[in-house]
């Protein structure tokens, strides 16, 4: 009977320690920051873009580099976020069929047309002041991008699209969940996503994700858009804010410009790394 007995009591400890463990592994994850948090976000983006007019293709390969800070301005009694955004720096590479186009905000004067024609635009977003708004689930309430910087679709910061959007539950490492986004609420673009919990390590998570991408306007464009986006993300359980991540993008669309229509087929792939400061 003794026996019996503490073999009994060693399998009841085993299933506290196996209950443990998995309700260590479950969490609720969400956004849990404090108003004055700032994050130095460093994104890197190398893309290609083919695109064909008027029977003639042409081959673009792009890098960007963006440096921007994130600054929690609000909290409220929802916990949702107001979030202040700037571009801090931008250097931007483009090679067009053997032409070479460099811009960097830090040393903006050149003499080079082209180099002239990109920094007209992307320098405009320098040090301005972008606000957005989401809940602590990650979903965007309000974004006033396109009203600050002209052409806001022509460089992607962290707002747009790149946050994670938690589910509205606790959940288990190995399952999955289902979001649909609009990263800006007053288009429709839209990004279906399903995802996955990966692993929990400690103080970080492992997420993964893919999903589609849809929409009918770029840069003010009418276009029609459909595209995949796949990718990783590593977080910090405590506040949720991210500390790395990489995405694979594929996006095909077609634009009509002056009454003609322009295929384009773009491939993108997207760093990011994330400090407090």
């Known amino acids: 009977m003794k026996s019996q007995s503490k073999i009994f009591i060693i399998t009841f400890s085993m299933l506290i320690l196996a209950a443990q463990s998995f309700a260590a592994n479950e969490k609720d994850l969400s956004y849990k920051l404090q108003k004055g948090d700032k994050y130095n976000l460093n994104i890197t983006n190398r893309q290609t873009i083919n695109m064909n007019m008027m029977g003639q293709s042409m081959n673009l390969i792009q890098n960007i580099s963006i ?94 699209g790149m946050m994670v959007v938690y589910a509205d539950k606790s959940v288990k490492e190995g399952e999955t969940w289902q979001v649909t986004m609009k990263p800006d609420p007053n288009s429709d673009f839209v990004i279906v996503s399903e995802y996955k919990l990966d692993e929990i390590r400690g103080k970080t998570a492992n997420i993964s994700f893919i999903g589609t991408i849809t929409g009918t306007q770029i840069m ?21 804010w991210i500390i790395s991540a990489s995405i694979n993008q594929n996006m095909e669309m077609e634009m009509e410009q002056q009454g003609v229509k322009v295929p384009m087929q773009m491939s993108s792939f997207i760093e990011i790394t994330s400090s407090n400061n």
Not at 120 to 131: D, F, H, P, R
Not at 224 to 234: M, N
């Open 220 to 240: 003010g464009e009418t276009a029609d858009i459909k595209g995949t986006i796949t990718g990783k993300t590593q977080i910090n359980v405590a506040t949720g």
């Open 67 to 160: 440096n921007q800070e994130v600054f929690v301005a609000e909290k409220d009694d929802k916990n949702n976020y107001t979030l202040e955004m700037e571009y801090k720096r931008i250097q931007f590479q483009q090679n067009a069929m053997g032409m070479e186009v460099n811009w960097d905000s830090d040393h903006p004067d050149t003499t080079d047309f082209m180099s002239k024609q990109i920094g007209a635009s992307l320098g405009k977003a320098i040090e301005k002041t972008i606000t957005a708004v989401i809940d602590s689930r990650g979903n965007p309430i309000s974004i006033n991008k396109s009203e600050v910087i002209e052409q806001a679709n022509s460089i992607s910061g962290f707002e747009s």
